[in-house]
């Protein structure tokens, strides 16, 4: 099994930027699929952004235009590029990868917290 560690979450303005790190112990190339989710309190899990084995990305609406997501294959590292911060970003956000979003086969990181202050 291929384990992930997310990295790079932090406390930041509103307006403000970070960059997520998932570093994956095997090759991401072993995942059909990766992506980023968050999950706030009270709120469902929620996915962000998507990358395929392929390279090709996908944003959700809640994100395009402020979010990137994007990968570094020597390192076997997917990162998720972070501007434009609102306080609404503020949640926990996990890397996932495997067959497809939401296989019971995927991986899953523990989890970084991102938080927006007002």
């Not at 968050?38 to 929620?46: I, N």
């Not at 395929?52 to 020597?74: C, H, M, Q």
Request: glycine letters at 12%.
């Amino acid at each position: 099994q291929v384990q992930l560690v997310e990295s790079g979450g932090g406390l930041v303005q509103a307006g403000g930027s970070l960059r997520l790190s998932c570093a994956a112990s095997g090759s991401i190339f072993s995942f059909n699929v990766m992506g980023w989710f968050r999950q706030a309190p009270g709120k469902q899990r929620e996915l962000v952004a998507t990358i395929y084995r392929g390279g090709n990305t996908v944003l959700e609406d809640s994100v395009k235009g402020r979010f990137a997501i994007s990968r570094d294959n020597a390192k076997n590292t997917v990162y998720l590029q972070m501007d434009s911060l609102k306080p609404e970003d503020t949640a926990v956000y996990y890397c996932t990868g495997g067959p497809a979003l939401l296989s019971h086969k995927n991986s899953w990181g523990q989890g970084t917290q991102v938080t927006v202050a007002s």
